[in-house]
Structure formats: C-alpha cells, structure tokens
C-alpha cells in the first residue's frame, strides 16, 4: 500500500468503497465483505499471479484481470461474478482437476480443502478429461513433521514462498518444470524448519499433511478451544483441536501485534506427551526409598505436615512460578508468604535474574519497523522463534541492521553484524558505547566500540533484546537507551524469559523483594534460588516446595542443585512429569497441563493474555491452583486464602495489582493505545530482583587441555516436554559440543568424535563437531539435554571449565 494515506474510490458488483491507494482488489472485495477465490494468494506474502482462480472483471480492461496482483484505481468498476468470471473460473478448476486423485474421502484436508469448497462452488460438474492421470510420488516423508502427496499440489507455491519471504530460509523449492514439477528440497535433503508446521496450514490443498494430525479426525469431529502458547515467552496465539477429550491438533489464531498469524514447531506440536505412560496421572509418595502412587488427600496431608513444621522453624522454600499461569504465580506467592509465613520464593530456576526491563519496554511490533536491532546474549531463532520471524522480515527488507553482541557467532538465517564479546564483560562494553555515542567516538580510540556506536547513532528506531541474565549489564543498556532517546532516537527494551511466563510470575511476586506488581519489601529478608539451594545443601533449610521447575536440570550451578536437592529432608514437586527434580522428592503432586485449564499468561512485552481449557486432565490430575488451596486448608490457612478457581483468584489479583495500563516509555507511543499491559510499572531497582544474587567469575585462560564452556539454547532442547513428547524426538538435538578448529587440532579431535568434557560437578559425554564460530579457547555445549547436563560443569555465573578428554570408538555409555 502506498504511505501518503490517499484513499480512491472504486466500485465492486455496484457496491462503492473507498480504499487506501495501492490495495489490491481481492482485499478492497474483503472490505466490502465479498469473497473472491484464492489458491496461491496470502495477505502475508507478496502476490504471486499463479493460480488464475481469482479472475476478475474490470470495465475498460479487455481480458480479465486476477484480483491478487491488481492494485485498485480511481474510479475503478469491477465485477467478481459476471458469466465471464464464472466461466473462468470454471476453465481454471478444470484445468487444476486434470490431474488430481480426487481421493477426498481419506485426504486430511478433507471438510477444510479450498480446492473441494471451490470446485462445488465455482466449477465444472463433470470432466471432460478421458485419459488416464498423470501420477506422482504419494506419501514422500518430507521432513520429520511433514508428509507430502505430490498427486495433490497445485503448485500454488505457498509452500516455497513462505520458506522464501517468511522463514528466509530458502530451503523449500519447486523440482524441474511443467507436468513434471514437484516440491521437494533444495538438497534433497529432509525440510527440517523451526517453521515447518505453517506451510502444512497454508496449503490450500491436502499435499503437505501433518504427520501429527493425518488420519486421526475430520474438522467436523473437533471441539476448539482459544489459547496461548507457553513453550516460549512470546505467547503466541493459537487453537486447540480436541476430539473425544484428546488434543488432535493445534491451529494459528492471529494477533497480528504479538504472532503475526504464525506459531513454530515447538508450540504447534509440543502435547503429545500428555498421552505418554511417563506422564505423572497420580500423587506420589516415597516409601522405602521408591516413589509409589497414593491418594491426592493423603499426599496433601504428608506434605502440609511436613511444610508446615519446616515454616515454623523459618526453614522453608519454594522455587518455581515461570511455567504457571498468572493466577497460579500469584497463588503460589500467597502460599509462600501467608500459609509458610516467608519471602524465600523466586521462579527463577535459570541463569536468568530478570524478565522484566525497568524502563523503554518495547512491544513486539516495533521489530517491525525497527532500523537497527541489538542482540545481546540472547539468540532469538533458538529462544523465541515467532520473535525472530519479524527481525527475519525487517533485515530482509533491508530496513533493519541486525547486530549481534555475544561470546559466539551464532548461525542466523539473515545478514547480521557480529561483535564477539565476553558475557561477562557486557556491562562495560555498553558503558563505553555510551561513552562513545555521547562524545562522538570512544576515548580509547576502539574501532570496535566506534563502529558499533555509529551504527546506534546511524539509527533513527533502535530495539534491543537480551536474556535478562547479567543485571548490570542491564542497568548499562537503559543508560544508553537513554542517551540515545535524549537524541532523538526512538528506543525500546525486550528481555527473552527463560520459561513461557517468566515476566507474569515476576509480575506476580514470586521473587523474594518484591510483591505483586513490583511494590517493594522493605528488608527483604527472602533468598534467592541460589541461596535456597544453598542452605538446603548446607541442611540449613527442611523443606523445598518446587512447582513447575526442574532445578537439577536447568539451574547453573548443577552440582548445587543436585545436592540441595539430595540433602533437604523434605522436598515436595509438583509437576506433569517424571523430571530430574522429581526423581529426588518425597511427595509428588500430578499437574495439569496448559491444555488442561484457564487462566491468564503475560508475554515478554508485558501483555495479559487469557487462555481457556481444552480438554480435561486425567481423574487424579488437578491444577497447581487446586493443589496450592488443598495445602493451604490443610495448613489451617485462613479461609479461602487461596480460591481454586482461576476467576477468584484473578479477582484478588486484581486487588492486589493495578491492572491499568502502566506508565511506561513505549519505543513507538503511536502503538501504545492498543497494547494493554496488566502490571504496574516496575521501578527501575525493582525489576532487578535480588542483586546480591549476582554472580561474579574471573574463568582466566583455562589449564592446558581445558576449556571454557559456554552453554548454547536449543528450541528441542529441555527435560520437560520436549523431552518426553514422541512427536518432537526427531528434532531433538543431540549432546554435542562445538569446537573451533585450533582447539580440535591442539586436542586432535574430529567431527564425530566422542569426548568427555570433565568439570566441577561430574562430567558429559558428547559428539564433537568443529567450526570456527566456536571462539578459541572455548567449547559451546547444547544446554538443557537430560543426556549430557551441561550444568555438571558450570557454576552459578552460566559458565564453567571443562578439560576434554577423546573417547576411544569402542566406549559407549553414560558419563559419571
């Protein structure tokens, strides 16, 4: 469309509308609320002009025109079912049905297929195509998600073109030419996309057909419901399809501010673990040493007990909040401060301090028109894939400048500037970026911190995004932010949570400083994680209540976690599978599923999101809510402390909270009218929970042999879900750890080696592979794989050292 905001006026079937000028006919009919066919045309990408369904008639045009590659005009009169349009469309459905199997009794797209709705619509009653039809590859196992049938394409190429302008990964294409075409991969390897799922969504045919979904429902047998996605913390939008009580499918629900009509592969496909045999369906409770099944009333009982004399001596935690709803944070926050009498609670369960910046909150949106786009630390394909889509769309425009501040050089599907930097040196680089944007040039004369500021300083709209994990380095970048505001440049601030709803739970107070909606404790007297952990490995504590975390796994410090864990006399987790952190409770509690309830979510711009119950958890199953009110009565908590119903307790949240929308400095304040934030402004101390918790290393240059680890994200990476659901096994990533060539040859290492890396707190096995975007001197390790907990070697900071030792061939098996 064209940016003067002229509008011109045209007529379509006698009905006048105005339209801004550059609109193209088939969205200035859908203003008009006329439908015009479409196969190859999506609103989300550029007109294509391949199928031909969508002819048109315009006066004073000799030939039909199609209605996706027309842009309007002035006076303009157009027809969409004059007989010559019908019988167009006709010819062009005969044309498309030469070849098709016509088998939509046993095709997925069945009930739903363009093509079928078309045909019965718009097309010829019979064929007039007497020889035999041309056959093609049927059920081609295209990529670990995907199962295309060639006897059914089009050809429309959505597909290839949403891999081109949408995914930027170019991987999708169109194989030889006329009658012979065909859609494979460029490579001919597997179609292996964080993305994959879309393109089965947006064929208007049954060809890409979803390995999750094929034969297993008709769209008239499914119960939908609206929800949010948690696997990340951008909280896509999406539906869930249900049939007899069972997740078939999950389905894109638009909101064009926060996922711009699409969801990645880990949220589309991440509930098949809700029918494995390794979900937790019942309480648990350790006797002689093994966790046996028990009564929910009689495992509330044990654990209110032992809870209960552990808050009495003041020697009690609760870890967890950032896999919880917004009411369940909130609950779980009450239990820990009203029914235990103590501030020790903290979500954090990661190296992240924060979810929340304190000042310059951007929205996701403003990635949109974004001039320069500053990672630090944080990798966006990896931890926040729908995020990363819109940096992809803005670099490919070549609107934006994508840069990248971090200890490696990650590999990213679009241009990008790559500054190599120590994690823990971030603080003082940003400090003298400002330095040098204020003065024109560092005073040190860096050529790395001048090129770096005369990128921020070329930039009329800046976002920058990090992992919250290094708060100093925090409190540098909002000096900047506020340098460069001061000079007329528009700038907003994303943290990536470390769980699906990272900032509602800071949000919601389960930090040990802070209250529901960052109001302050005066002399905080809660710990952190990382000093409830201590104390418990110390014997200092009696009890841990953890809900919804897995510690063992993700926290830093694994060798920490892990004796803590062993060492607390009584450790309750309430969780929906068997993880690491569970194997070492006393009392387990079976939780529902996101899938299994309602509620609300706050994404990582600070957006309220409500999601509601799609299917019912099993019969011993009950939400962490219903757990944390059975505990609280059983404690002899004051009446209705905690309401089991996520209404009630949104109700006192509210109470509690001020749901209206916050003063906060917006990067684009012209957005700010549709963007509704539910939490109080943080201060800017307040949003940096704990200080104190940070972590201070000096790794120095490790001993001959040794290295630095440093841990990488992976999107399959985890112990929770993504471990358990049979759906996402093929796209888990293997234990590996990535070298750069120098080392490798110091080490006499090769790709596919087996290596032990050996640390602090045990050791790992992996698969060696080697490239240069490894800095020297450092080994990057995949994080959070239950195989190879890459915790064994780091410490509180996220970092570690590790010496390498080379397997033989021959030794297989699991590291101490």
């Known amino acids: 469309m064209s940016s003067n905001g002229r509008e011109v006026g045209l007529t379509i079937d006698g009905q006048s509308v105005r339209v801004p000028e550059g609109t193209l006919v088939v969205e200035a009919a859908k203003a008009l609320g006329t439908h015009v066919p479409v196969y190859c045309y999506h609103p989300k990408m550029a007109p294509a002009g391949l199928c031909r369904i969508c002819l048109v008639e315009i006066e004073k045009t000799p030939k039909l025109q199609i209605a996706c590659a027309t842009r309007v005009a002035d006076g303009m009169v157009v027809h969409t079912a004059s007989e010559n349009v019908a019988a167009a469309r006709r010819g062009v459905l005969e044309f498309l049905l030469l070849n098709h199997p016509l088998d939509c009794p046993i095709c997925d797209k069945g009930g739903e297929c363009d093509l079928q709705d078309y045909a019965m619509s718009y097309g010829p009653g019979a064929s007039r195509y007497t020889d ?48 012979r075409s065909l859609i494979g991969t460029r490579d001919g390897s597997p179609y292996a996309s964080y993305f994959s799922g879309n393109t089965t969504e947006i064929c208007p045919v049954g060809a890409l057909t979803s390995k999750a979904y094929r034969f297993r429902a008709r769209p008239w047998d499914l119960a939908h419901a609206d929800s949010v996605c948690t696997q990340c913390s951008v909280g896509c939008n999406y539906r869930i399809d249900s049939r007899f009580g069972r997740i078939m499918r999950t389905y894109t629900r638009e909101n064009q501010a926060i996922d711009d009509g699409w969801i990645c592969d880990r949220g589309r496909y991440t509930f098949g673990y809700l029918y494995e045999p390794s979900r937790l369906r019942s309480p648990l409770i350790r006797r002689d040493g093994e966790l046996r099944e028990a009564a929910f009333d009689e495992a509330v009982a044990v654990a209110a007990e032992r809870l209960a004399a552990a808050a009495a001596g003041k020697r009690v935690g609760v870890i967890g909040g950032g896999r919880l ?111 040098a944007v204020h003065h024109g040039g560092s005073e040190s004369g860096e050529p790395f911190v001048d090129e770096l500021a005369q990128l921020l300083a070329d930039s009329e709209r800046i976002v920058a995004i990090h992992d919250g994990c290094d708060p100093l380095a925090a409190r540098a970048l909002e000096r900047l932010m506020e340098t460069l505001r001061r000079y007329d440049h528009q700038v907003g601030i994303l943290v990536i949570g470390s769980q699906g709803n990272a900032r509602g739970a800071e949000a919601a107070g389960c ?158 304040p012209k957005i700010s009218d549709i963007v509704e934030v539910d939490f109080g402004r943080p201060d800017i101390e307040l949003a940096r929970p704990k200080i104190s918790d940070i972590v201070e290393v000096d790794l120095g240059r490790p001993d001959a042999g040794g290295l630095i680890v440093i841990p990488i994200p992976k999107l399959y990476a985890g112990g929770g879900a993504a471990a358990f659901d049979p759906g996402l096994r ?56 239950p195989e190879a907990p890459v915790n064994r070697l780091t410490d509180q900071s996220g970092l570690g050292t590790a010496t390498v030792r080379k397997l033989p061939p021959d030794i297989v098996g699991d590291a101490p």
Do not use: W
């Not at 063992?552 to 952190?581: H, I, K, M, Y």
């Not at 750890?737 to 490798?744: E, G, K, N, R, S």
């Open 132 to 179: 035999p039809k041309l056959h093609k590859p049927k059920r081609v196992d295209l990529g670990p998600t995907i199962v295309l049938d060639e006897e059914r394409c089009i050809l429309c190429r959505r597909c290839t073109r949403f891999d081109d302008e949408i995914a930027q990964e170019r991987n999708l294409v169109v194989i030889d030419r006329g009658h």
């Open 325 to 435: 709803s917004d009411e369940e944070a909130f609950a779980l926050q009450l239990f820990a401060r009203r029914a235990l009498g103590t501030n020790n609670i903290d979500y954090r369960a990661h190296a992240q301090r924060f979810a929340s910046p304190a000042r310059f909150g951007a929205k996701l949106a403003d990635l949109d028109d974004a001039s320069l786009v500053l990672m630090l630390g944080a990798l966006g394909p990896e931890q926040a894939p729908i995020l990363d889509l819109r940096i992809r769309r803005a670099v490919a425009r070549g609107q934006a400048t994508l840069v990248y501040v971090g200890p490696y050089r990650p590999e990213l599907p679009v241009l990008a500037r790559f500054f190599e930097h120590p994690s823990t040196a971030v603080a003082g680089l940003l400090d003298r970026l400002l330095d």
């Open 511 to 668: 930090v040990p400083n802070l209250l529901p909606g960052y109001a302050p404790i005066a002399d905080a007297d809660g710990m952190t994680t990382a000093e409830m952990l201590t104390a418990a490995a110390d014997g200092k504590l009696e009890a841990l209540l953890v809900v919804g975390a897995n510690p063992a796994l993700t926290f830093p410090d694994g060798a920490l976690a892990r004796a803590a864990l062993a060492n607390v006399a009584f450790l309750v987790v309430s969780d929906q599978l068997p993880t690491e952190t569970v194997s070492h409770a006393d009392v387990v509690f079976a939780a529902a599923s996101f899938a299994e309830k309602r509620g609300h979510v706050t994404n990582l711009e600070g957006r309220r999101q409500a999601f509601a119950q799609s299917v019912e958890p099993p019969v011993r199953v009950l939400t962490d809510a219903q757990i944390l009110s059975a505990l609280a009565a059983a404690m002899n908590a004051p009446d209705g402390l905690i309401p089991s119903e996520p209404e009630t307790l949104f109700s006192k949240l509210s109470v509690e909270v001020d749901l209206g929308r916050p003063d906060i400095e917006l990067a684009r």
């Open 730 to 785: 093929p796209m888990r990533p293997v234990p590996f750890a990535l070298f750069h060539p120098d080392d490798a040859r110091r080490l006499e290492i090769s790709v596919g080696d087996r290596v032990s890396l050996e640390g602090r707190g045990g050791a790992i096995e992996v698969e060696a592979r080697i490239a240069e975007r490894a800095p020297s001197g450092a080994v990057l390790v995949v994080a959070n794989l």
